[in-house]
């Protein structure tokens, strides 16, 4: 389990993470709305957080890794609205490998993503891609 500054750390990093190209969109602010209730963060910390980023703390946990990876995925693909241009591709694996995961389940990820409806891996095949690679 994770503690009180990870998640708002996670939080925070998806926010950067929505916010790399230009402003925050509806569509991103509800998803990380929904994130942050997830969380268990307060509204107030969520909008705190949107104009005063934390500091990046690296998890221990190679599966919370790998949730926060797939929140990240499934926040490119409501960013671009399903199309993963090659920006959104980049700033993803880029996260990925800051994160600690291994290039190869990042690259596996990436390149499956396309073969999927609306480009969202499901949860189940993306642990598996980690899971191999980690073993």
Known sequence: MINRVEKLSLLSEMIAFAKYDKDIKNIEYN???GVA??????????????????????LKSHSER???????VLLMNIENNGDANS???IKLYNFGLRMGLSHESIT???YLMESFPNKIV?????IDIFKTQYN
């Not at 209730?37 to 690296?58: C, G, M």
């Not at 499901?122 to 993306?126: E, G, R």
Request: overall charge negative; aromatic content about 12%; proline content about 7%.
């Open 37 to 58: 209730k997830q969380l268990e963060i307060s509204r107030e910390d969520f909008d705190y957080l949107i104009e005063n980023p934390i500091n990046y703390i690296h």
């Open 66 to 72: 790998i949730v926060q990876f797939h929140r990240l």
């Open 31 to 33: 998803f990380l709305l």
């Open 122 to 126: 499901p949860p189940d095949v993306l």
């Open 87 to 89: 920006s959104g591709v």
């Open 108 to 110: 596996k990820v990436l």
